[in-house]
Every structure is written in C-alpha cells, then in structure tokens.
C-alpha cells in the first residue's frame, strides 16, 4: 500500500500537540489562538456566503428574483 509520507508527518505533529496538551481540547484551541496572534496576519470574518445550490436554483427562477427585490421595500 503506498503512504504519503507528508500526511504521516502531518499527522504526527497533530498527535503531538494533543499529547502535549493531555488531549484536552481547550488548552489545545487556545495554543492555536495563541499561535495565530503571533502570527501577525490579519484575520477577518467574512459574511457568510449564498450557497451554491441555492444561486444555481435562483438562476433558473425569475419569480425567485422579483420576490428579492421587493422583499426589502415594506
């Protein structure tokens, strides 16, 4: 069977930091914040996006597309 040496590592690494942190999932967390800080890169939240199968389905329904425009009128 073949083995991806990269994800063994990976999931090495993973299995040391929990070990690090006695499996417990909030210390763990607050490394990861803690890391990301350090990091120095901005960090945004975005809006959440409209899902693709809904865009698909608005597409192909211009009845869908009047009720959106005068949904905020009122």
């Not at 990269?6 to 803690?34: C, G, P, T, V």
């Not at 945004?44 to 899902?51: A, E, G, M």
Request: glycine share 4%; hydrophobic share 30%; net charge negative.
């Amino acid at each position: 069977m073949w083995q991806d040496e990269i994800l063994d590592e990976i999931h090495q690494i993973r299995a040391e930091h929990a070990k690090s942190f006695n499996y417990d999932l909030d210390a763990m967390f607050a490394d990861w914040q803690k890391k990301q800080l350090e990091g120095g890169r901005e960090v945004v939240s975005l809006p959440p996006r409209r899902s693709l199968a809904r865009h698909r389905s608005d597409r192909n329904n211009p009845k869908r597309d009047a009720e959106d425009t005068h949904h905020g009128s009122t």
